[in-house]
């Protein structure tokens, strides 16, 4: 009987480093999934951007609301790490006159 105690706190030293490391596993693929989703975010972004860009480059204006929603999509757009690619497109759509 003796040595079943003996026993006990080796098995729950190996139970918990086993908890550890799928935990710390665990963690890191969910780092690896978070970033994939902040990238396919900013690359969505990114392509709303370059819709609205677009669409008042072939009209030669953007209402007040387009204009608003791209200053919205940039500031997250730019949270999310985007380069100056945005900020480009952004600067373009600020020039366009509005109505």
């Known amino acids: 009987m ?3 105690l003996s026993l006990v706190p080796e098995a729950i030293y190996g139970f918990g480093t086993f908890l550890m490391g799928f935990f710390w596993r665990k963690s890191q693929d ?3 999934h ?3 989703l902040e990238k396919g975010v900013e690359a969505i972004l990114l392509l709303e951007l370059r ?3 677009e669409r008042g480059a072939r009209q030669k204006w953007l209402s007040y609301a387009d204009k608003a929603s791209a200053e919205h999509i940039y500031s ?3 949270g ?3 380069n100056g690619q945005g900020t ?3 600067n373009d ?3 366009l006159p509005s109505k």
């Open 30 to 32: 969910n780092a690896k």
């Open 51 to 53: 819709r609205i860009h």
């Open 88 to 90: 480009a497109i952004l």
């Open 93 to 95: 759509i600020r020039k």
């Open 76 to 78: 997250s757009y730019h």
């Open 34 to 36: 978070y970033r994939a």
């Open 2 to 4: 003796d040595w079943l």
């Open 80 to 82: 999310l790490g985007g």
